[in-house]
T-cell receptor, first 111, second 116 residues
Framework: DAKTTQPPSMDCAEGRAANLPCNHS???????VYWYRQIHSQGPQYIIH???NNETNEMASLIITEDRKSSTLILPHATLRDTAVYYC????????????FGTGTRLQVFP | GAVVSQHPSWVICKSGTSVKIECRSL??????MFWYRQFPKQSLMLMAT?????????EQGVEKDKFLINHASLTLSTLTVTSAHPEDSSFYIC????????????FGPGTRLTVL
């Protein structure tokens, strides 16, 4: 699976959009971009995934560049409960495949 | 979404004892489950893939004789830390993919193990 690079930490004001970047320059054609987050002392939670088109669900939006070498997770209106570590993971699409976690981005939402 | 539970949520044990951690898929069946370990301020590290009815597949560097995995049914996988030592103190998390969810995996809430 391709490696990902994320900034170690970011801050965001409550109510503002949080934009979390991820670089995956070695992504291959059959690999998807997945985002999970982990709130302190809990198990990770799935957020969203995509292949090449932008995706949106009730939690977030995922913007993938045309060359697919990078992506951005957008939390449109961050709340204090969005404070967590966000992991960008690249893998082929099959849910029985293992997930390899990188270091992630620690997002701190402040009042 | 599908629910994965773990038991116990935390455990404290003496050095040299063995500890069993259970991972259950509550509303779906899982032929595959994954076990992770997480040390403070670090990312999740995959330990092994648990396969129902067959042997687990361990990641490089993980001692299979120390971390025994049993996946005896489609809803239960267990991880036994044998002869636990203080360096085994960690947060253990399991995950399972649901058959009707092609893309995501569901994670348990984790088990915090402290070895004295």
């Amino acid at each position: 699976d391709a490696k990902t690079t994320q900034p170690p930490s970011m801050d965001c004001a409550e109510g503002r959009a949080a934009n979390l970047p991820c670089n995956h320059s070695t992504i291959s054609g059959n690999e998807y971009v997945y985002w999970y987050r982990q709130i302190h002392s809990q198990g990770p939670q799935y957020i969203i995934h995509g292949l090449k088109n932008n995706e949106t669900n009730e939690m977030a939006s995922l913007i993938i560049t045309e060359d697919r070498k990078s992506s951005t997770l957008i939390l449109p209106h961050a709340t204090l409960r969005d404070t967590a570590v966000y992991y960008c993971i690249v893998r082929a699409q099959h849910n029985t495949d293992k997930l390899i976690f990188g270091t992630g981005t620690r997002l701190q939402v402040f009042p | 979404g599908a629910v994965v539970s773990q038991h116990p949520s935390w455990v404290i044990c003496k050095s040299g004892t063995s500890v069993k951690i259970e991972c259950r898929s509550l509303d779906f069946q899982a032929t595959t489950m994954f076990w992770y370990r997480q040390f403070p301020k670090q990312s999740l590290m995959l330990m092994a893939t648990s396969n129902e009815g067959s042997k687990a597949t361990y990641e490089q560097g993980v001692e299979k004789d120390k971390f025994l995995i049993n996946h005896a049914s489609l809803t239960l996988s267990t991880l036994t830390v044998t002869s636990a030592h203080p360096e085994d103190s960690s947060f253990y998390i399991c995950s399972a993919p649901a058959a009707d969810s092609y893309n995501e995996q569901f994670f348990g809430p984790g088990t915090r193990l402290t070895v004295l």
